[in-house]
């Protein structure tokens, strides 16, 4: 059973553009969404989170939307850089800070190019 | 900054060997994860400690896979014997009190021929 859906599998986007990519949850118990970013041969990175008592969260050009009533979250790019390109995961947990299992989303690939 | 320690980094072994990885979290997080990612998805939990307590193995295949992390610190994760489908990445993780923010280590890179 997939309980967080990503989308889109890859994104190519030109420097300076938005990226956006999506995730749809199913456990209306998750309480916890945050991104990760992920090079290759490296293990995943924490980018930004949010709870869902907040709609959005921005840090730097980094923002997690959030729609609570929709079951769905996305993380926003502004203005990507070439150094931006990597893998990009969502994920989402109930009682986070207690350390309770992540699910993860399969994953984005994201390009940009120069 | 402290990190996440993983070794080795890479691992190429034949099918019904086995093969062990380890994991030393960072210093003060007792709470740490064992994670398998196959390339181009996700990753998936494998077993979750407290502690030196399993708090959630249940999708750690038992009958070849184990964990133990006897001291609470470090950590090792055992593959006997592997086979062709363990070829993957595996993620050691621990978590930051209070927070839920999870920091991985660089992985272990197994190859099973």
């Known amino acids: 059973q997939q309980q967080v859906k990503q989308s889109p599998q890859s994104l190519i986007v030109q420097k300076g553009g938005i990226s956006i990519i999506n995730c749809a949850y199913e456990?209306?118990?998750?309480?916890?969404f945050p991104w990760y970013q992920q090079f290759p041969g490296k293990g995943p990175a924490l980018l930004i989170a949010i709870r869902p008592d907040v709609s959005e969260k921005k840090e730097g050009r980094f923002t997690i939307s959030f729609n609570k009533s929709a079951k769905q979250f996305s993380l926003h790019i502004m203005d990507s850089q070439p150094g931006d390109s990597a893998t990009y995961f969502c994920a989402a947990s109930r009682g986070g800070t207690s350390g309770s299992r992540l699910t993860f989303g399969e994953g984005t690939q994201l390009t940009v190019n120069p | 900054e402290a990190e996440v320690a993983q070794s080795p980094r890479y691992k190429i072994t034949e099918k019904s060997q086995a093969v062990a990885f380890w994991c030393d979290p960072i210093?003060?997080?007792?709470?740490l994860y064992w994670y398998r990612q196959i390339l181009g998805q996700g990753p998936e939990l494998l077993v979750q400690f407290q502690d030196e307590s399993v708090v959630d193995d249940s999708q750690l295949p038992k009958d070849r896979f184990s964990a133990e992390r006897l001291k609470g610190v470090d950590s090792t994760l055992k593959i006997q014997p592997a086979e062709l489908g363990d070829s993957a990445m595996y993620l050691c993780a621990s978590l930051r009190p209070h927070t839920g923010e999870l920091f991985f280590g660089e992985g272990s890179r197994l190859t099973v021929l």
């Open positions: 210093s003060g997080h007792a709470t």
């Open positions: 456990n209306t118990a998750f309480d916890y």
